[in-house]
């Protein structure tokens, strides 16, 4: 079996585990358990919360004392358990504290996939930026696969859904332990006491570029948890108007959806041409337009005749996620010293599914209640507000950060290693 194929595998289950519950447990927990939209944010922001400090600290185990493949399958078994327990509960403390948990240990495993994969392509003289997005865009087909389980199994108002997340977290959790050693990095170099408490990558806040980069990640992180959200009870709402009750979107929310996943497929592939033509500076900066033309098509669209909206909505979704979700995640990769890569990869996850996503589920969260008369939620004016946000970061971006980039075959810009010294 080659590692490729196994690479595949491990990224289609990491996914596929996300994709069982990211998009439509928001409408289990408005349509069954009636929990309100800052109830729904705040369970929602939990990932951001696990992610705050989660991804560091098993970034740092990974980088310091223990086979990172071996962290990735313990933290997959241990989510798998919680995601199981969250199934056995209906009250919002009970609901909200499981899957508090279980974020804690799902969240971490998305940065340590990432780091499995590419020290494993470099054991085997592959290269990241040519070699990983074609086994990432298997990820994003177990997304959408699991997505359509769960729509058509019915499930999307069910708990029966973290089921099927949790047994193929199980299984993951399984299989990471057969996957090739990825050892601490040893080093004869003397340790400092920053080394030594694995804050190494914090020291990439002192390049501006990276401030910046990182900053910026936190707000675009805060725009894709917005529609995670609510996004399937945005369409789900549609079903209390007679008109578009029987409707395609009504009834099949997650496939609907679903077309912003494989949109993710399409701009994973191209990612290496973008960012080796264009450099991170631009490639971002589509993404950020990409989530304005998000917002703003949804605002406009509906099930009927403004259903077109809503597709394209989903299709320029691919770009504003992969453009600075996955290019980013490279970014760092080629930026920053072999000795803090995995800190340097949980720090990206601290700051995009931390930071961002905690105020992006609490804040969206309120918008909705903001917005919402007597049960009934405004939409457009909803949607007209993220747009606004998103625009905002456009204007900004391009005049704070500045990276200069060098076209140049399998490189992102100029990758230099990171002085990792206190001074």
């Keep these: 079996m080659s590692i490729k194929f196994r690479l595949t595998l491990m990224n289609f289950l990491q996914f596929f585990i996300w994709g069982s519950w990211l998009i439509s447990l928001n409408v289990y927990l408005d349509k069954s358990l009636h929990f309100t939209g800052g109830q729904i944010g705040s369970i929602y922001a939990t990932m951001g919360i696990a992610s705050l400090f989660m991804p560091a600290i098993m970034g740092i185990i990974a980088d310091k004392w223990i086979n990172t493949e071996r962290v990735f399958g313990i933290c997959h078994i241990i989510s798998g358990f919680l995601l199981y327990k969250a199934t056995t509960v209906t009250d919002y403390e009970s609901v909200y504290l499981y899957m508090l948990l279980n974020t804690m240990f799902y969240m971490p495993t998305i940065a340590l996939n990432n780091t499995v994969s590419y020290e494993v392509l470099e054991q085997k003289q592959l290269t990241a930026v040519k070699d990983f997005p074609p086994i990432r865009v298997w990820g994003t087909v177990g997304f959408i696969i699991a997505m359509w389980m769960v729509d058509l199994l019915g499930l999307t108002n069910s708990a029966l859904q973290l089921y099927i997340s949790a047994g193929a977290s199980l299984l993951l959790g399984v299989y990471a332990f057969t996957m090739p050693k990825c050892t601490p990095k040893q080093s004869k170099e003397k340790r400092t006491i920053v080394s030594m408490l694995g804050l190494d990558a914090f020291v990439l ?81 589509m993404s950020i337009v990409a989530w304005v033309l998000r917002f703003g098509l949804f605002a406009l669209g509906d099930p009927g005749t403004g259903l077109p909206l809503l597709i394209l909505s989903m299709i320029v979704y691919g ?90 075959a399998g490189k992102i810009g100029k990758a230099k290693a990171v002085d990792i010294t206190p001074h």
Excluded at 330 to 339: D, G, Q, R, W, Y
């Design 205 to 285: 806040f002192r390049q501006q570029k990276m401030l910046v980069f990182f900053v910026f990640a936190m707000f675009l992180g805060a725009a894709l948890q917005i529609t995670n959200t609510f996004g399937g009870a945005f369409l789900t709402d549609f079903g209390s108007q007679p008109q578009y009750a029987n409707s395609f979107a009504v009834q099949h929310p997650s496939i609907l959806i679903s077309i912003s996943q494989i949109s993710e497929t399409l701009f994973i592939l191209a990612i290496p041409f973008f960012l080796q033509r264009f450099g991170i500076k631009k490639v971002m900066l």
């Design 319 to 408: 770009m504003a996620f992969d453009f600075f979700n996955i290019s980013g995640s490279l970014f760092v990769e080629k930026e920053t010293s072999i000795k803090i890569r995995a800190s340097a990869q949980g720090l990206f996850m601290v700051m995009t599914n931390g930071i961002g996503a905690y105020l992006g589920g609490v804040i969206s969260g309120w918008i909705v209640d903001y917005f919402t008369v007597n049960g009934a939620k405004d939409w457009q004016s909803i949607w007209l507000s993220f747009a606004a946000y998103a625009l905002v970061l456009g204007i900004i971006f391009p005049v704070v950060f500045r990276y200069r980039h060098t076209p140049a």
